[in-house]
């Protein structure tokens, strides 16, 4: 076990300290293409809170990128300085959050994947239709990037360490919640709703929060995508964009801390260095999906752990739980 | 009045496309609790089988028709339940919720890399004529398609209920633990239902490419579609699924002449999330127990 968590934290330690140099090394583009892995993660990140550890699916986490993305752009080309606009549209995703969770409360599983679905694709219709406000298909242009303490982010580098620092922060606040009493409620609500009711856990309000707080990261992750790309526009909030957060938190591993980082790996960073084989990459990366899914649905991480530890019979902890029951809950449906 | 017979006509016929592949997708969630999240590219594919035909093979427009659906079957019926549905379902829906959004991935990337990303046009299968009855200009296309939906479903509900096999299905939809005590081959009929998943996509691909071109994006949409017909009607019924396609139809058109064409595509999802929140069983469907 000691030996497992040093080598972990060697693992850890040594990509914190690649992800701060690798830069260097990089052209504008390469750390354009990292700052948007910074940002997908903290999307997937929230995305896992609901999905992985509280057990509700959500196909609405492009929606909720898209609010927080639409907000700072809208009030910072208004003149708006960036931190309230950024507060703002994590603080109005959180909000939809928990009125999305409400039908959550009511319907599960495949149900709740079409309401979140149907509510994805009416927020993009909105964002596509109404000009006056998000400036239709043409998007709004020249979002400015903030300047923290005086210093000006323009730079590609200064604001992917932005980026990298907000993944930080995101990172260290959900490791600490999925070790507070809420985590372990999210992990009781996934594992056996009914259990969880019957111990005192107030099933309905931790179903709501775990919706609010993945939906708050999607809008915080949509408030750094605007000015990273200093542009918005509909196209990436479709639904498309949802199922490959999606994608990215099942095939990281749903429910492992570090699964969305692996994800966002393979969909964000792998297609820019596979770019010679153009439309096969995509192939293959749906290949990927469905082998995983019929050798380990517990995603890349949950193949690394049956792997490295095969004999010990695994115990589903708040920290590193794999859903190992959540597949035989699913099936009664 | 003319305008309303039209605008009737025309969304029944596309409403009984989407009704073919809604009760697709409800027959897999019957019997095998597939929720396939390609099954519009499964509409898409077929399309892509009969042009391959015609172009590489050099088929007539009809063999070609033809070896589409004997594909169409194997492919998307057979080969979709032994290499996909079988290994993963024992491990519950969502894996396979998960590995058919990659399928669907898969589906398109292969069309637009091999076939290529442009809309190509499709035979249609009559003569885009038009008929005009009491007034009111009908295309023969859309009779023609509502006829042939009609003549599809009333065939597939006369071999449900009316043959042995057909019942046999049922039951094991129903419950198949019981149906296989009974004697049932239940593994068989899960495979008819595939079988049948094959044939009713290659049916709607037939249908609605003429109309929308053949191109690899095709499934996006019409697997909503689907979906959203499901999900109104009841998704553990047939019946269901057909009153939810041409009620989908109908209200699509309606729609997008009289409330707003960029929003045609909210009022369905609108009418899905209100199904879903007040009568998640659909409109004709059975409460099912709750299980944990």
């Known amino acids: 076990m000691s030996n497992r968590r040093l080598a972990a934290g060697i693992v850890l330690a040594s990509a914190g300290a690649f992800l701060l140099v690798v830069p260097f090394g990089l ?64 603080i109005s995703c959180f ?29 993009y219709l909105i964002f596509r239709n109404e000009e006056w406000l998000t400036g239709g298909i043409y998007g709004i242009s020249n979002v400015p990037r903030p300047s923290v303490l005086g210093l000006s982010m323009n730079s590609p580098l200064a604001f992917y360490y932005f980026c990298l620092a907000h993944l930080a922060l995101v990172s260290a606040a959900t490791w600490w919640l999925i070790r507070s009493p809420w985590g372990r409620a999210f992990v009781a ?15 309905r309000r931790y179903t709501l929060v775990a919706f609010a707080i993945g939906a708050g990261l999607g809008g915080i992750s949509g408030a750094l995508y605007a000015p990273l790309l200093q542009f918005v526009d509909p196209t990436p909030f479709a639904l498309g964009l949802s199922l490959n957060l999606l994608l990215m938190v099942v095939l990281g591993g749903s429910g492992y801390f570090f699964g969305p980082f692996l994800g966002a790996i393979v969909a964000v960073l792998l297609p820019e260095w596979l770019r010679f084989t153009q439309g096969f990459y995509l192939m293959g990366y749906a290949v990927l999906v469905i082998v995983l899914m019929a050798f380990s649905p517990t995603g890349l991480l949950g193949l690394a752990d049956r792997l490295t530890r095969p004999a010990r019979r695994r115990t589903a902890s708040a920290a590193g739980g794999p859903p190992e029951t959540a597949a035989e809950s699913e099936t009664a449906r | 009045m003319a305008d309303i017979l039209q605008l009737l006509v ?22 095998s609790q597939t929720i396939n999240f390609a099954q519009g590219e499964f509409v898409m594919l077929p399309a892509f089988f009969v042009l391959i035909a015609m172009g590489y093979f050099g088929l007539p427009f009809w063999a070609a028709v033809a070896v589409g659906g004997v594909v169409s079957v194997v492919v998307l019926g057979l080969l979709f339940k032994k290499w996909m549905v079988d290994p993963m379902i024992r491990h519950g829906v969502l894996p396979l919720v998960i590995a058919t959004i990659g399928l669907a ?9 091999f076939y290529g990303a442009d809309a190509w046009p499709f035979p249609a299968l009559a003569a885009t004529t038009d008929v005009a009855v009491l007034g009111a200009v009908f295309s023969i296309q859309s009779l023609l398609i509502l006829a042939i939906c009609i003549a599809v479903v009333v065939a597939l509900q006369l071999f449900l209920n009316g043959t042995r096999t057909g019942r046999c299905m049922q039951a094991t939809a129903q419950n198949p633990t019981v149906a296989r005590l009974l004697g049932v081959r239940v593994e068989r009929m899960i495979l008819y239902t595939f079988l049948i998943n094959g044939a009713l996509v290659w049916v709607a691909s037939l249908l609605i490419t003429p109309i929308y071109l053949a191109k690899f994006t095709n499934g996006e949409w019409l697997g909503l579609y689907a979906f959203i017909a499901a999900i109104i009607g009841g998704f553990n019924q047939v019946r269901g699924a057909i009153v939810g396609g041409l009620l989908l139809g109908v209200v699509d058109n309606f729609a997008a002449a009289y409330i707003s064409s960029q929003y045609r595509m909210a009022i369905p999802l609108m009418i899905l999330i209100v199904v879903i929140l007040f009568r998640p069983q659909g409109l004709l469907g059975r409460v099912e127990e709750r299980t944990v």
């Open chain 1, 95 to 123: 909000a939809v959050g928990w009125v999305l969770g409400y039908p959550a409360l009511r319907v599960q599983h495949h149900y709740l994947a079409f309401v979140t679905l149907a509510f994805n694709t009416l927020v």
């Open chain 2, 10 to 31: 025309a969304g029944l016929a596309t409403g009984g496309i989407y009704a073919l592949v809604a009760v697709g997708f409800t027959l897999l969630w019957q019997t």
């Open chain 1, 27 to 90: 052209k504008p583009y390469g750390i354009f293409i990292l700052s948007m892995w910074a940002v997908m993660t903290i999307a997937a990140i929230g995305l896992n809170l609901t999905l992985g550890y509280a057990g509700q699916i959500s196909l609405a986490q492009a929606a909720f990128v898209g609010i927080g993305a639409y907000i700072t752009a809208y009030l910072t080309t208004k003149g708006w300085p960036f931190w309230p606009t950024y507060v703002f549209g994590g």
């Open chain 2, 105 to 113: 991935i898969l589906m398109k990337e292969m069309v637009r890399e």
């Open chain 1, 189 to 203: 609500l996934r594992e056996n709703p009914i259990r969880a009711l019957s111990l005192g856990v107030d099933t």
